[in-house]
């Protein structure tokens, strides 16, 4: 237990795929977050410099062997061999500095360590490195974790009304071809498109909402300076890639650096996609939310192996909403001791990734208001047009 509590967590048991789509209970929870909290050991809490490097140290050692092998022996292999050898590398490049993405993604939180300036640092080195611009993301963020599932006020993935869909809406959601362009451009395109125009972000209406832009309406007076040094992070790995490639060639460039990284964008948006996507899960309006039930409203998935690759950030997202500023490593410890508490609150699908993506691409195209009950600031999402 004082280990840090890597122990697995056992998903809530599941009869059924019905149960696993069962709605989750909209009403307040007849628990609070102190309760929460007090069943979650202490050490829980605690942040470790040395292990939250550790970790990062990790991530950076492998995708630096990575690179290593690939610009030193791929072009020693026999030809036909190197048509296997740069997909693995890109794969498993991807995947590693996912890895980082998160931890970077933990400083933001303040969960890296206990001083701020060390985890805005890392985590500015280390999203600049990914082309993310840090505090942009971080303050955008933290709108998402005090708003989840509002349909007002929540950052991403806020979900349409069926009288938003567009008429086109019908085509690409009703049929398989329509809904493999969606799934294809929302999973190449889909995170550049949110920071650059806040696609499936919430609306703003007083000004272009883009990450890039320090005088955004994403962000207040006291906040405009830091999207100048996101941005400054953010173009200083542009030039350096620049000089990489007339160095190196554009060809290297892209293979060694832009293939993994765009898959790097496709895991976030996956992942993303489904912790916030389920057909069980609730939506408010403002008559009807408030700050637990919405962060009740996500959902832990089963990755396999690559959830120790992304640091649990699949498996332990619910207790990352509850407490994001603990530590990932202590996160799965967490879950398992607020599940006994949560109760019926807990969502839990071991559904493959694949398949639950493309379940949830059919059937959760839009939200409307809750038929089953009078509850109707509660939205539950819905597919047919």
């Known amino acids: 237990m004082g280990g840090g509590g890597r122990m697995q967590v056992t998903p809530t048991p599941k009869n059924s795929e019905t149960n696993t789509l069962k ?29 939250s490097f550790s970790y990062l140290l ?13 610009t030193t022996y791929f072009s020693l292999l026999p030809h036909p061999l190197s048509y296997f050898a740069w997909p693995l590398y890109w794969v498993s490049q991807g995947c590693v500095l996912t890895g980082v993405w998160v931890i970077a993604h933990e400083c933001g939180h303040h969960a890296f360590s206990d001083y ?15 082309l993310v611009p840090y505090f942009s993301w971080k303050y955008s963020h933290r709108r998402h974790h005090s708003n989840t599932a509002s349909l007002e006020r929540d950052e991403v993935f806020v979900p349409k009304k069926k009288s938003d869909i567009k008429w086109y809406g019908k085509y690409l959601n009703n049929n398989p071809l329509g809904r493999t ?47 100048y040094i996101s941005d400054a992070g953010v173009l200083s790995v542009c030039y350096a890639l620049y000089r990489y490639a007339a160095s190196q060639g554009v060809a290297s460039m892209v293979c060694v650096y832009g293939v993994p990284l765009l898959i790097v964008n496709g895991f976030l948006v996956l992942i993303t996609y489904l912790q916030h996507t389920h057909p069980s899960l609730p939506h408010y309006d403002s008559s009807e939310w408030d700050w637990l039930r919405g962060a009740l409203a996500t959902v832990d998935r089963d990755y396999g192996i690559l959830n120790k690759v992304f640091h649990n950030i699949t498996d332990t997202h619910v207790a990352h909403h509850l407490f994001s500023t603990m530590p990932h490593y202590n996160a799965m410890e967490a879950t398992k001791a607020i599940k006994p508490i949560l109760g019926e609150y807990y969502q839990f699908d071991g559904t493959p990734v694949v398949k639950a993506m493309w379940r949830e691409a059919k059937e959760c195209i839009y939200v409307e208001p809750d038929r089953q009950g009078d509850k109707k600031g509660v939205f539950w999402y819905n597919n047919k047009l």
């Not at 995708?63 to 290593?68: A, G, I, M």
């Open 23 to 51: 709605r989750v209970p909209c009403e307040t929870p007849p628990f609070t977050l102190g309760d929460l909290k007090k069943a979650i050991p202490p050490h829980c809490f605690k942040r470790s410099i040395p292990r």
């Open 58 to 70: 990790c991530d950076i050692i492998i995708s630096s062997c990575l690179y290593y092998l690939s």
């Open 116 to 130: 701020q300036w060390l985890d805005d640092t890392v985590g500015l080195i280390s999203h600049s490195f990914l």
């Open 181 to 227: 362009v969606m799934l294809t451009v929302q999973f190449t395109l889909g995170w550049p498109l949110y920071l650059a125009f806040n696609v499936s972000g919430r609306p703003y209406y007083n000004g272009f909402a883009c990450h890039f832009h320090p005088n955004a309406p994403i962000y207040n007076d006291r906040e405009r300076l830091q999207i």
